[in-house]
């Protein structure tokens, strides 16, 4: 039996490329089975609707998640899931009957938050921990059910943050190897490691370019974009180093899912 197994897997991984189609919603179930079979990896983004700034689009997280996912199924294989628009975020309170959350409240654990606590513009996405927790499991015991074994889910920084807490959990629940993209990058090559500053504002510079309204930002350097953080978007972001970073990351995800996928044949010898 393990003999059989193994060849299966072998027959299933010997192609982990395939330039076609790659998002989920768009495959017809016989292209489905046939991706899957050759690259059982789903890619899951993990978006928001919130506030990026006064020149980033309020779905910057899942917008760059997407975009990146989409550009490594076609390098290395697998499935895109549709990208999620609401997830969990810290300093969640209520106060005088509002509730804020995220950067609402980026002066308590950030200097960079120079304003007061206020509900940012647009920001319409936020879940209690513990209904995200149900969500992505019933997600993952989905993507189990239909074949996968690999997921990487990566976008909004406390969502990402939760799949890398989880992973073994994932593991023993739903035998899925579940990743986010962060970890072994190089410099400021990161993918998504600031709020709205120069490393997503290069990222979406790139992806979307037609989206990014620099001209919004104070043209005074000394004053600080309000809910933003990381190094500023008017001195370091460009189209080229958004490029850069996704370039760097294709290429180290896909040498991560290249190994995952030896140690799954390695598994199946067994």
């Known amino acids: 039996m393990k003999i059989i197994q193994f060849i299966i897997l072998v027959i299933m991984f010997t192609s982990c490329t395939n330039p076609g189609k790659v998002l989920y919603q768009e495959l017809t179930p016989d292209e489905f089975s046939t991706r899957l079979a050759e690259c ?19 779905g910057s997280d899942g917008m760059q998640s997407l975009g990146v996912f989409k550009i490594l199924a076609q390098e290395a294989g697998g499935i895109v899931m549709p990208m999620l628009f609401i997830g969990p975020d810290g300093y969640d309170t209520i106060i005088n009957g509002r509730e804020y959350y995220g950067m609402d409240c980026a002066s308590l654990f950030s200097e960079q938050g120079n304003y007061e606590i206020q509900q940012l513009p647009g920001s319409a996405y936020w879940v209690p921990d513990s209904t995200f927790d149900i969500m992505m499991n019933g997600i ?85 974009p309000k809910g933003m953080l990381g190094k500023d978007p008017r001195i370091h972001a460009s189209s080229k180093h958004g490029k850069d970073i996704i370039d760097f990351e294709v290429k180290k995800m896909q040498a991560i899912i290249e190994k995952e996928l030896e140690k799954l044949k390695l598994l199946a010898r067994i």
């Open 140 to 224: 993952m015991k989905q993507l189990s059910r239909a074949g996968f074994k690999i997921v990487i889910a990566h976008g909004h920084g406390p969502s990402t943050n939760y799949i890398g807490a989880n992973a073994q959990i994932f593991r023993e629940k739903y035998d899925l190897t579940v990743m986010n993209c962060w970890g072994n990058d190089k410099d400021d090559l990161c993918l998504m490691c600031d709020h709205a500053g120069a490393n997503e504002t290069s990222i979406m510079m790139y992806l979307h370019p037609d989206l990014v309204h620099m001209e919004k930002l104070p043209a005074d350097t000394s004053v600080w």
């Open 40 to 58: 059982p990896v789903a890619y899951l983004p993990l978006g928001t609707l919130e506030w990026h700034g006064d020149h980033l689009p309020l």
